[in-house]
Nanobody, 122 residues
Framework: QVQLVESGGGLVQAGGSLRLSCAAS????????MGWFRQAPGKEREFVAR????????SYADAVKGRFTISRDSAKNTAYLQMNNLKPEDTAVYYC???????????????WGQGTQVTVSS
């Protein structure tokens, strides 16, 4: 089992930046993908970005491509989501999660953090 703890959320003006962190503990070698997802009020949880186990392969949702960057620090067992040029529509609770397969579907991810709130004001 992997335990995940997100941090770094907050309130920022449109055009600003935030960096989210996801600290992993437990069986940190047991996943194929680490993903960031977000869920806005009244909406389904959606894929944001993912990174593979060795940090070489990444992919992004079209809505964040060119603005968000996912990375990981193996020595610290921590993944990051650098978010630049934030927009009000990026407002959501952001979750990190791990999966045993390379997927963008939330149901394929079996370990989730508690989430961190990101609010972007216009």
């Amino acid at each position: 089992q992997v335990q995940l703890v997100e941090s770094g959320g907050g309130l920022v003006q449109a055009g600003g930046s935030l960096r989210l962190s996801c600290a992993a503990s437990g069986r940190t070698f047991s996943w194929s993908a680490m993903g960031w997802f977000r869920q806005a009020p009244g909406k389904e949880r959606e894929f944001v970005a993912r990174i593979n186990w060795n940090g070489i392969v990444t992919s992004y949702a079209d809505a964040v491509k060119g603005r968000f960057t996912i990375s990981r620090d193996s020595a610290k067992n921590t993944a990051y989501l650098q978010m630049n040029n934030l927009k009000p529509e990026d407002t959501a609770v952001y979750y990190c999660a791990t999966a045993g397969i390379w997927s963008t579907t939330p149901r394929d991810y079996n370990n989730w953090g508690q989430g961190t709130q990101v609010t972007v004001s216009s």
